[in-house]
């Protein structure tokens, strides 16, 4: 039986989805509210939903779980509620760790590249306490991430029990289908295919960095279906351990990201450049690039998706049909 925590949201929906394709037993932790999130799990709904409020008891009954795929959190950069980021963030993940320890469950979790803060110190996934005590995230989200990696960091060090196999996973900008649930926080993939369906411009923030062109800010982004792949060779591979990016390690121009949508939505490249919002200014990665050296030494081979093929999988195969899920 594996585990998924956030199984109804977007990667883990994803994963879901793979996991049942092959026939294999899953619990998902998540809630459905009353927004259509259960669309997300309609075409592989898992053996098991279980509602957050009701994990506590769930891992009390000592299921037979052989991995936890952590991927529920807060997840928003805009929150502001430090109690409850910090308890579904850093508490909730040292429950399930210790958990995992205790069990001798195999744990992978989410972490996150806004762990990096603006980039200035580099992406490194270094999981030395120095280099991961000189990274400074630049809102909540982040900061409750990177709590929990430096957690992680240091109960190794005490040669405390861990479970079998542990992995964080730094995401870096994922984008494709079962987001649509995510408000502000969907991809920017999405928001621009809207704009050009819709015979407008795709919309892209003027930069607020002296010397770098409007649409020249970069970022490292990176199709479900090869996070979904990384996950899944981690189940396959049990003897590798370890905090790892998982971005495709090339970044790519906003500009870049805008032609290619409206190439895959048939629609002519227009692009009108906006001011960015004040409440992003000083908050806003221009860059983000993941060094995939780690993962790579690890034994992963796997091909990442060109941006302009995984496009074209979302706008063509997702979001000009009918049925937009997975």
């Not at 592989?44 to 991927?71: C, Q």
């Not at 770098?212 to 003897?239: C, H, K």
Request: net charge neutral.
């Amino acid at each position: 039986m594996i585990l998924i925590t956030g199984g109804a949201g977007f990667i883990g929906s994803n994963l879901q989805a793979t996991l049942a394709r092959r026939g294999q037993e899953t619990v998902v932790v998540d809630t459905l509210g009353s927004d259509g999130k259960w669309r997300n799990l309609a075409k592989h709904p898992p053996t098991r939903i279980v509602h957050p409020d009701d994990l506590e008891s769930f891992l009390d009954g000592r299921p037979a779980v052989e991995m936890v795929f952590h991927l529920g959190a807060v997840s928003e950069t805009t929150a502001v509620d430090g109690d409850h980021t910090w308890a579904t963030n850093v508490e909730l993940s040292r429950r399930l760790w210790e958990w995992c320890a205790d069990r001798g469950v195999r744990f992978v979790y989410a972490s996150s590249a806004a762990t990096y803060g603006d980039g200035a110190r580099g992406f490194d996934d270094d999981t030395a306490p120095a280099a991961l005590d000189g990274l400074r995230p630049l809102n909540l989200y982040g900061w409750t991430k990177h709590a929990f990696d430096l957690l992680v960091t240091r109960t190794l060090l005490t040669r405390r029990e861990q479970p079998p196999q542990w992995a964080g996973l730094k995401f870096f900008n994922v984008y494709g289908p079962n987001e649509y649930h995510k408000g502000k926080m969907i991809s920017v993939v999405k928001v621009k295919h809207d704009e050009v369906a819709a015979g407008g411009p795709a919309r892209l923030f003027k930069s607020d960095q002296p010397g770098l062109p409007d649409g020249a800010q970069a970022r490292d982004f990176i199709w479900v279906g090869d996070v979904v792949d990384v996950m899944l060779w981690l189940m396959e591979t049990p003897s590798v351990s370890g905090l790892f990016n998982l971005g495709t390690g090339r970044a790519r121009t906003y500009l870049d990201l805008a032609h290619a949508v409206s190439d895959a939505a048939g629609q002519p490249r227009r692009v009108e450049f906006i001011d960015m919002p004040a409440s992003l200014r000083g908050q806003y990665q221009s860059f983000t690039q993941a060094p995939m050296d780690r993962l790579r030494k690890a034994g992963y081979a796997g091909q990442f998706t060109p941006l302009e093929e995984g496009i074209r999988r979302y706008v063509q195969n997702h979001l000009s049909g009918t049925d937009p899920f997975v």
